[in-house]
């Protein structure tokens, strides 16, 4: 079983900027760069969607439109880490941020084709 557990979230004002953390663990003998892992968000009231992806090895990233330009998806495989760095936010950033990982080179937007989900962590963006 891979355990994902996010860090980072808090509250902040627009213009602002946060780096949420997930760290990865649980299976023996595989790190953080044996999984395609993704960040996804979910705001009250409103379906989750798709925040980032980066694939097996580093060769590939997502964004969504919304957060392209301002978000970046990495990750420390020393650390067993992926991050997301978040910089001028918004307030229509507000929402719960989760961490996903695939047991694949690549798993992009869908929700589907993620395995393994942490519980999330908060990000407010007051204006």
């Known amino acids: 079983q891979v355990q994902l557990v996010e860090s980072g979230g808090g509250l902040v004002q627009a213009g602002g900027s946060l780096r949420l953390s997930c760290a990865v663990s649980g299976r023996t003998g595989r790190t953080v760069n044996n999984y395609a892992m993704g960040w996804f968000r979910q705001a009250p009231g409103k379906e989750r969607e798709f925040v980032a992806a980066?694939?097996?090895?580093?060769?590939?990233?997502e964004y969504a439109g919304s957060v392209k330009g301002r978000f970046t998806i990495s990750r420390d495989n020393i650390q067993n880490t992926v991050y997301l760095q978040m910089n001028m936010l918004k307030p229509e950033d507000t929402a719960a941020y989760y961490c996903a990982a695939a047991i694949a080179g690549w798993a992009g937007s869908s929700e589907g084709a993620y395995h393994y989900w942490g519980q999330g962590t908060q990000v407010t963006v007051s204006s």
């Open positions: 980066l694939s097996w090895k580093d060769r590939h990233t």
